[in-house]
């Protein structure tokens, strides 16, 4: 499995021991609060070994420190193989530094380069104005609006679907090592 660096950060598959660092951010009320209902530990477990399985998932850290920063991943559609859905989670304490932007860059300059997908899609709910940027800054376009599509802890949300396709994020940014 590949570990991506950019400038400032080094972005390396899931590791046993990053255990407490993903139970941290699953039971973070303020990150959870656009992605899902805080899970029972179990569940949690099951994602964790899930994250540890799958190739294109990774820890985001500072290259000049081990602590984590956030997560992100890149899951390749099983029936479209040149197509992928993304993610991304950055704490609290390291949003509006352009971490989550840098790690975005990142992957999909990956994706394009060392995958073979042609086209990345995002899920993002209306509400998360700060992934929006993210998304909308590194050139994604909103594609789909699905009204009252999601649902956290007994509340509706609208989820906006946003696309980015090869060529049309600029250019090459990091280099898997």
């Given at each position: 499995m590949a570990t991506i660096t950019t400038p400032r950060l080094q972005l390396s598959p899931f590791k046993p021991s990053d255990w407490?660092?993903?139970?941290?951010?699953?039971?973070?009320r303020a990150i959870m609060r656009y992605m899902a209902a805080i899970a029972p530990e179990k569940e949690t477990r099951?994602?964790?070994?899930?994250?540890?399985?799958?190739?294109?998932?990774?820890?985001?850290?500072?290259?000049?420190?081990?602590?984590?920063?956030?997560?992100?991943?890149?899951q390749i559609s099983a029936k479209y193989r040149e197509e992928a859905d993304i993610g991304y989670t950055v704490i609290p304490q390291?949003?509006?530094?352009g971490i989550a932007s840098e790690a975005l860059r990142a992957v999909c300059?990956?994706?394009?380069?060392?995958?073979?997908?042609?086209?990345i899609n995002a899920y993002v709910l209306a509400d998360n104005a700060g992934s929006v940027r993210v998304?909308?800054?590194m050139g994604f376009v909103r594609t789909q609006v699905l009204e009252q599509a999601?649902?956290?802890?007994?509340?509706?949300?609208?989820?906006?679907?946003?696309?980015?396709?090869?060529?049309?994020?600029?250019?090459?940014?990091?280099?898997p090592t």
């Open positions: 407490a660092f993903f139970r941290s951010l699953r039971e973070d099951r994602l964790f070994a899930i994250r540890l399985a799958a190739p294109h998932t990774f820890v985001i850290r500072s290259r000049h420190e081990d602590t984590p920063l956030g997560d992100i991943g890149l390291a949003q509006g530094k300059d990956y994706a394009f380069t060392q995958t073979g997908v042609k086209a998304l909308e800054k999601y649902e956290i802890d007994g509340v509706r949300y609208d989820d906006w679907v946003y696309r980015l396709e090869c060529g049309a994020g600029g250019t090459a940014f990091a280099r």
